[in-house]
DNA sequence: AATATAGCCAACCGCCACTGT
DNA sequence: TACAGTGGCGGTTGGCTATAT
């Protein structure tokens, strides 16, 4: 699929981050003609894109029901009772947080709770800490007080924000919101 | 005030599974 | 059955912003 821009029309592929006007373009030819089809879709809609950017956009960040902005303590619960679960499966995690996006969800655990593993790990170095897999992916526990039990030992650190209710969580403002861009319809 | 460093996040890449022909 | 096209997923990266020095 993806293997390769070898035709002239590839040539003029667009990449980077995406411009006001191509959101536009994108989310009135969502509106009159659905979605779906991504390659023809940037084809017809005259987005010099490829399909996958344009599902890529429009799902992580021009979908409507695209919940913006922090991640609640019962997220990050949620997260990590299903991340315990499931491991790395974000988009599975995803379609148990409404509104939230796979992306979203990986970005959160890389950038938050990693750091706070490293933390705990070079923390606990001189101790007796033994290595862990963060990817948690054979573990099968199924509720967060069994995520709690199969993390906390490890990195009780992190428990120990989550318990006191503050992780830290910085507001993540974009340029221009959603509604924005949708009153601009 | 200028520069260096760290953190965050949008977007890309590569792989795999599914579907239609 | 084989192949091509497409969608979806997880991993990674590059650039922007905030913070520290």
């Known amino acids: 699929m993806d293997k390769r821009a070898c035709n002239s029309q ?3 592929v667009r990449k980077g981050p995406w411009t006001l006007e191509e959101d536009l373009i994108l989310i ?3 509106r009159n003609h659905g979605e779906g089809v991504w390659n023809s879709l940037a084809r017809s809609a005259g987005l010099k894109r490829t399909g996958k950017s344009c599902r890529l956009r429009w799902l992580n960040y021009l979908r409507p029901d695209v919940r913006r902005g922090n991640i609640t303590p019962e997220e990050q619960h949620l997260i990590m009772e299903l991340h315990a679960k499931w491991g790395n499966r974000w988009s599975k995690i995803a379609k148990h947080l409404p509104g939230r996006t796979d992306n979203e969800i990986k970005n959160f655990w890389r950038t ?3 750091k706070h593993i490293k933390r705990a790990e070079t923390f606990s170095s001189t101790g007796q800490i033994t290595e862990h ?3 948690a992916s054979t573990s099968q526990t199924a509720s967060f007080a069994d995520a709690a039990e199969f993390y906390s030992p490890t990195y009780p650190e992190i428990f120990e924000s989550f318990a006191g209710g503050s992780f830290p969580i910085e507001p993540s403002d974009n340029i221009w919101s959603m509604e924005d861009i949708w009153s601009l319809q």
């Open 112 to 114: 938050r709770i990693q």
């Open 133 to 135: 897999n963060d990817q």
């Open 28 to 30: 009135n030819y969502i």
């Open 10 to 12: 590839d040539a003029e």
